[in-house]
């Protein structure tokens, strides 16, 4: 079981063209196992990039397509990461720690040095079925972005186009 949720703040103030509906909670439940935050009140020192997390995971369950390995850098900690490893039609899901090598970006297809396992390990989901709940779950925050901003917005349409590839 693979679960993702998320709460937007509505007191979000933005400048311009900035994207309305990027910061809340985020979290996501395997395996009796959660990562992130998820409450009821809002409070701001808790807020992530709501946008930024479902973008990664979606690009994680693309790269999964033909990568085996996937880690997901948590943008808000310096050593924390969530690593994806693909088996036949399984993907296990672990917290890992490891430093954040110097250019490494938000996703990395190969092992990171001095990668520990400190946290939960090799949680299991089908591959179907964690893609099924990030592009449900993904489509459903897009329409919510879609009220808050202008549809043709970059960063609405960059989602929905890496949604359309991961559906191909």
Not at 44 to 63: H, K, P
Not at 98 to 114: F, H, L, Q, W
């Amino acid at each position: 079981m693979f679960k993702i949720s998320y709460k937007l703040f509505e007191s979000e103030d933005v400048e311009g063209n900035e994207l309305k509906g990027t910061e809340g909670y985020f979290q996501f439940e395997i395996d009796n196992e959660t990562y992130g935050i998820f409450i009821t009140e809002e409070i701001d020192d808790f807020t992530v990039s709501v946008y930024w997390w479902l973008y990664y995971f979606l690009e994680a369950v693309r790269l999964l397509k033909t990568e085996r390995y996937v880690l997901i850098s948590d943008i808000e900690k310096s050593n924390i990461w969530i690593e994806l490893k693909m088996e036949k039609d399984i993907v296990e899901i672990s917290k890992v720690s490891a430093d954040k090598p110097e250019g490494s970006g938000a996703i990395e297809t190969k092992k990171v040095p001095n990668l520990t396992y400190p946290y939960w390990k090799e949680k299991r989901v089908i591959y179907e079925d964690l893609k099924k709940e990030v592009i449900d779950k993904t489509k459903l925050y897009v329409e919510e972005l879609k009220v808050l901003n202008n549809e043709s917005n970059k960063e609405i349409l960059k989602m929905e186009k890496l949604i359309l590839e991961i559906e191909k």
